[in-house]
């Protein structure tokens, strides 16, 4: 058969059905499952749950948060949520009531200035 014989046939052939993958998307595929029989072994996954949960450790040490203590944490959590609310609600309420206390003066002195323009004697 010639070589345009062999192109057309496998034109053919491919017609009906889906692309091949390319041999990036294989070595992925790969690479895929030699992880998913790799980390199905108890072991490995014992060894990685060690791991991650040493890592997790120390990220929250590092932050100054003592993970032998979580009931106290917790409470401190608590606390520092209750705080940020309060300071939240607090400069709410100041904010309002800084736009009252300027609408207030500018009243003031409206009423002031027009005391003085009719107070004059034409």
Sequence with gaps: MSTRG?????????????????SKQVAIMAARLAIDEFTRSPAIQNNLRVE??????????RFGIDVNNPEEQR???VHLRTW???????????????VKW???????????????????KF
């Design 75 to 77: 409470r401190d959590m």
């Design 52 to 61: 991650v949960s040493e890592a997790v450790r120390t990220a929250l040490e």
């Design 84 to 98: 940020r609310e309060l300071m939240d609600f607090i400069s709410k309420q100041a904010a309002g009531s800084a």
């Design 102 to 120: 300027v609408v207030a003066a500018l009243l003031a002195a409206v009423a002031v200035g027009a005391g003085v323009l009719f107070a004059h």
């Design 6 to 22: 062999r192109a057309s046939a496998r034109k053919a052939s491919r017609a009906g059905k889906t692309k091949r993958p390319s």
